[in-house]
T-cell receptor, first 112, second 115 residues
Framework: RKEVEQDPGPFNVPEGATVAFNCTYSNSASQSFFWYRQDCRKEPKLLMSVYSSGNEDGRFTAQLNRASQYISLLIRDSKLSDSATYLCVVNGVSSNTGKLIFGQGTTLQVKP | DADVTQTPRNRITKTGKRIMLECSQTKGHDRMYWYRQDPGLGLRLIYYSFDVKDINKGEISDGYSVSRQAQAKFSLSLESAIPNQTALYFC??????????????FGDGTRLSIL
């Protein structure tokens, strides 16, 4: 089983739609969680951290479910500019390493 | 100017050649990382460094070496390049001063093709 798993998609949605991505992680000791966005052939950029209580940043909402070991990202009112690959990222469990484990990414294509 | 700069941005070379990829940062972060990205495989960690002259292997270090002679610079070398090292390479930094598991900040990437 992969340490971090995502549905690769692609998710094709119309502008204005709400879309949700899920991600599961294998190690229950993981403590830090992030969503990154990556545009084609560009570097990954931090979209948002994921906190235990859930957090929202504009049209984006991240949730963490520790019991089921999954993380979600909800995008409301999708824009054409949201088209990208979204990477689920979890910290490596070994202490004091700063290592992050990246999922393969979920591709979103927003259509006019 | 970018906070994390990689050079070169693109490189095409032949099997057996020695190649060095450079990464420099102006963020003042102690931790630096090298990843490669291949289609369908996501980002995989090659090497990482927590401080000057500190070197740690990642999950796919074979065939690679690194050097950290200054806080701001972390270079990756392919001693004898082979075609399956063709990939997109990213350097990243993180700041442990606010805790161990901070997000990482990436450079623009180096697209490397080995013929």
């Amino acid at each position: 089983r992969k340490e971090v798993e995502q549905d690769p998609g692609p998710f094709n949605v119309p502008e204005g739609a709400t879309v949700a991505f899920n991600c599961t992680y294998s190690n229950s000791a993981s403590q830090s969680f992030f969503w990154y966005r990556q545009d084609c052939r560009k570097e990954p950029k931090l979209l948002m951290s994921v906190y235990s209580s859930g957090n929202e940043d504009g049209r984006f909402t991240a949730q963490l479910n520790r019991a089921s070991q999954y993380i979600s990202l909800l995008i409301r009112d999708s824009k054409l500019s949201d088209s990208a690959t979204y990477l689920c990222v979890v910290n490596g469990v070994s202490s004091n390493t700063g290592k992050l484990i990246f999922g393969q990414g979920t591709t979103l294509q927003v259509k006019p | 100017d970018a906070d994390v700069t990689q050079t070169p941005r693109n490189r095409i070379t032949k099997t057996g050649k020695r190649i060095m990829l450079e990464c420099s940062q102006t963020k003042g972060h102690d931790r630096m990382y090298w990843y490669r990205q291949d289609p369908g495989l996501g980002l995989r960690l090659i090497y990482y460094s927590f401080d000057v002259k500190d070197i740690n292997k990642g999950e796919i270090s074979d065939g690679y070496s690194v050097s950290r002679q200054a806080q701001a610079k972390f270079s990756l070398s392919l001693e004898s390049a082979i075609p399956n090292q063709t990939a997109l390479y990213f350097c990243a930094t993180s700041d442990p001063s606010r805790g161990d598991n901070q997000p990482q900040h990436f450079g623009d990437g180096t697209r490397l093709s080995i013929l």
